[in-house]
């Protein structure tokens, strides 16, 4: 036992002097200041502390036709936040260099006891040379100790299926003291992730950001950790990711390897008015999806005629609508309407008699008490509508999207995620996502959006997904265009338009393996899923789905 012991700090000593080595890496601001105006900006080879929690994010604005070259660079943040953002920046390029974080932005461990009557609470001791210090109980992950994969039948869980988090005095372990008897088929030895926070008051999330750019390129990048997303977009037009990498990261001498990569997504595209082209990047072992191209769907709250306005119900800052932009209606029942145009926009403050009628509409709604915000919109003209209805900003969900020839998974949710339009999806490997592989839906209960229109998946090759602990409200299917309204049904033709879905391959993964609903324009052809003994799974129950077959569809037209 006295070995064991001092080997224990033998190796949280060294790691502690590779992290004071760190801190002397060369300044990477001093760097990047001394090049500032430069049409192209060289990082050599080596590594670069990036002094973020002095300084924030390393800000680019207002840059064009300007290439950062990274060369093969390793860039070491020493506080868990944003590393990069970029600003209203035209034709850029860069490449070339990897982002990781010391501190790391989660810690690890091994459940060594845990309650066998009541399961109500389990203690997790952190692995040497990992975080014991600002660790939360956000998202809690179980890993299996053989594979040192996501375990399969188990769940990921948070702050709310907690009553207690603490750590015990004097040691390297955490209690965690359940909110009720919920199960995720956890056992002692059973490897578990927690995320680490910043001491920073308001620290900003994600790791490498791009807002309000045009024509950006991000080539050979490689993310080994975030305190959220790994690479984000908002209002950007045309961003093209080739070759870039969401994964584990190394580690010093004496500590296990790492788990997870990112805290959240992966690549994650939100409010483009050009879609991206994502090609050959491998995204894997991130705390939430791989990849996401999206919109953001509105309630309607409030209604004048006479105006032509309409209020919708927000639960952030910032919205992004633009005199002219083209807006789709979707009536409460799940159905698209018509389409109108933003003459004017300004922000208003909903009642609570207001924001009381939507959560009502919508009992599943995440974030209620955070939907205190709202904006007026006067319209070119004003369709018939009612309260609850559904109001998304087509000009911004990302259209003309392009996915193809990347490797994602290895995660805890979807492989891709897809809430646009006029876009792509082809030749993908999906390996060993915990929920759909690839999941073609708005997520009202987010307010996602928006509605898939002109969409095509073709050639992607999908094995062991759907591993998760069976969620009956949760959307079925390996590969999913899936839609439930707010009370939690599935609407007439008329949600999604023209999905063609073809030369898809299935393995390893629960039946129905394709699944497609509200679709008007419904093709689907030379799909193959492959039947599969497993644990049963009931993903989508609750909405009538069976699971003896390789398709299941409903309320689609040809």
Known sequence: MKLTYRLLHLCVWLAAAIVS???ELPDLKTLLDAQQGNPVIEI???KYRLNNMTYGAYQFTNLSNVEIRGNGASIICNSQELAFRFYNCTNIKISGFSIDYDPLCFTQGAIVAKDNVSNLWFEVEID????????????VQFYDAATRQLKRNSITTGEGHYSSFQRIPNTRRFKLTKSNAWVANEKVGDLVVLDVVSTKANAAAHAFQLEKCTNATVEDVTIYGSNSFSFFERDCSGTHYNRCKVDRGPVAPGMPARLRSSNADGIHSSLASVGPL???????HNGDDCIIVCGRSFPV?????????????????NLVFYVGDTLQHVLYAGTKSGKVKVQAVEPYTPTTAEREAIVALYPDLLFKPNYTRGVRITLDALPAMGIGDIIYNESHTGKGFVIRNNKVGYNRSRGILIKSSNGVVYNNEITGTAMNGILVAPEIHWMGGGFADHVEISY????????????????PGVLSVFYANGAAKVPAAGAFGQINVHHNTIQKS???GFVFTSVIGLQHSANTAEPYPCTSREHGKKFEVTFDAPVWEKNNTP
């Open 21 to 23: 080595k760190a801190q």
């Open 128 to 139: 040497p040379g990992y975080p014991v210090d600002n660790v939360k109980n956000h998202r």
């Open 460 to 475: 992607n090759r999908f094995f062991e997904c759907m591993f998760e602990k069976t969620n009956q409200g949760m959307p």
């Open 301 to 317: 709250c409030r209604i004048d005629s006479a105006a032509k306005s309409i209020y919708l119900l927000a639960r952030e800052a």
């Open 278 to 284: 994502v090609e050959n990047c491998d995204i894997k």
């Open 510 to 512: 629960p039946y129905p």
């Open 44 to 46: 050599p080879a080596g």
